[in-house]
């Protein structure tokens, strides 16, 4: 399980953050180490004395472009965020992410990646839109910023915990609560949940628009719509949200309609 | 409560170490801070450099000659340790003593010691005696020694976990488990988790749909993609779903195309 995780460090300025953090993911058994533009040289002396020991962690550790490219074989990427967004995200606390992994990570193919961010500025709002969750280790309001090794450490601390747990059985009660391996994320938002109508309203407007685009065919259903209404409603969409997704329905039918007004 | 814990490091060799403690110490909210015959100057400018702000810490810390007298006001005493030790001593992991601290912390007179050793050498066996009970950080056996600032970090974490369930009236559990008020609901299904490199494709071919349908404009964004990622990221989509969404998008787009290729 532990060889499924995968660190990613974002543009890190110090190398011996790199060594530090490397050091620390070696000694809770985890072994993915993936470098999104360094902004300093992975291999400095530095690095190295930091990593005391780890340095197979710096060796074998992969350089990517960019994020998309570090994490493009996984399957949940979580970012670690010290900011409320505008944008509320779904949030795991450490904890809640540890609980998870056994099940997200049942699967031999699964894989996940905790995304840090730079020393100064973390992630950007682009990254953090890449993430399925953001994860929060809480801290002093006061003195909230977290050195980046040390952030990797409470990380990589939890994953560890999760996976003796998961091994010994020991703290049956947590495993077996923990989430199924695709139950969705939560966000907090003030945004109002949309309702049973107005899901059903939508609904409709969906079988509608999809039958004139002709991905759908109500004399033959299948199960096209089953499958989306379990999507859309495990979501549990806001009213905001909803209010897109009939805007680009009705959008669509304008687009077959033109079609439609235009003689062959 | 936080501040009835006292971090106490034993014989420090690198201000650097001291400055890191400082600063872990300082992000979870705890303030008191001593430090027992440091073998090097806790006023290094490398202590005050990985301080990062947490100046305070250091400036404030109390320079003891022995353990004795660093921990001689407090009611309970916890040494760090990595090792199995030949006499067996009381043993608690960094979860239960974080589970311990409100009851043990209920007076305000108490106070609680949590002590760590040398970068090298640990404490030594009358240091480790002198503690009421041990605490050890679950390790890779292979790669055992954490830096001492992360360490701290880790139990210092722990004990803001209780203090922040503590102050909720709830335990760790039941904080951690306690699901969000719009917290979507969890499928389980075989089919396999969509990967971050196939939502990425998902995401492109959306933004190139809504803007052919003239539901999007790249040029003023606003936050329309943004909300669109968030929702389908919390949804864990699985690859079935997401072929069907796909499956949309291009009959979407055959529609749009149609439209377009017809002269006006």
Redesign the interface.
Known sequence: MLGQIRIVLIGTSHPGNIG?AA??I????LSDLALVDPRCDPRDPEAHS?A???DILIETSRVHDDL?EA???????VGASARART?P???V?P??LG?RLPHELA?S???I?LVFGREDTGLT?VEL?????HVH????PD?????L??AV??LT?EC??AW?ASTTGATTD?VA?S???????????DEP?ATHEELEHYFDHLERT?T????HDPAKPRQ?MA??R??Y??????R??LN?LR??LT??Q???N??KH?PN
């Open positions: 530090a050091r620390a070696h000694n809770m058994g930091r005391s020991g780890a998309g994490v493009s074989d996984c399957t949940l990427v944008l995200w779904p949030m606390t904890r809640q609980e699967s193919d699964s894989r990646a709002n839109q890449r993430c399925h969750a280790i809480p801290t002093n003195f909230a910023s977290l050195n090794a040390a450490q409470v601390y560890r915990l003796m947590t609560q989430p199924a391996p695709q139950a969705p994320l939560a966000i907090d938002s949940l999809l004139d685009i002709g991905f096209l499958r989306l379990r999507l409603q495990r979501t549990r969409l806001n905001m949200e897109i805007g680009i959008a669509t304008k687009c077959t033109h079609g235009r």
